[in-house]
């Protein structure tokens, strides 16, 4: 069981820079990959971003490559979202995912088995 906690939301304007962090309550968190979604109304969730256990492999979402970082500390147990450049349609709630596997990096919602509660990101123009 993995108990995951983000936080760094907030309303900012077009171009600034947020960053978002996932706390998460589990001894065996380098088990585990972990990948930030978003959802926005109206939308079906999508993958951010993803790493593996390791911090080495990562993927991204299209829409923010070259724009969003993730990372984590294994030693912390937290993942974290450098998002820079921020645009109008990042607007979504932004949810920390973690998937009990040390082989694959995931993109798809439906193999992450935890989730949390999600954090507001806002971005006016």
């Known amino acids: 069981q993995v108990q995951l906690v983000e936080s760094g939301g907030a309303w900012v304007q077009a171009g600034a820079s947020l960053r978002l962090s996932c706390a998460a309550s589990?001894?065996?968190?380098?088990?585990?990959?972990m990948a930030w979604f978003r959802q926005a109304p109206g939308k079906e969730r999508e993958v951010v971003a993803a790493?593996?256990?390791?911090?080495?492999?990562?993927k991204y979402g299209d829409s923010v490559k070259g724009r969003f970082t993730i990372s984590r500390d294994n030693a912390k147990n937290m993942v974290y979202l450098q998002m820079n450049g921020l645009k109008p349609e990042d607007t979504a709630v932004y949810f920390c995912?973690?998937?009990?596997?040390?082989?694959?990096?995931?993109?798809?919602?439906?193999?992450?088995?935890?989730w949390g509660q999600g954090t507001q990101v806002t971005v006016s123009s």
């Open positions: 589990t001894r065996a968190f380098t088990t585990y990959a």
């Open positions: 995912a973690a998937d009990p596997s040390r082989v694959m990096v995931h993109v798809r919602a439906g193999d992450y088995d935890y």
């Open positions: 790493v593996g256990w390791d911090g080495e492999r990562t």
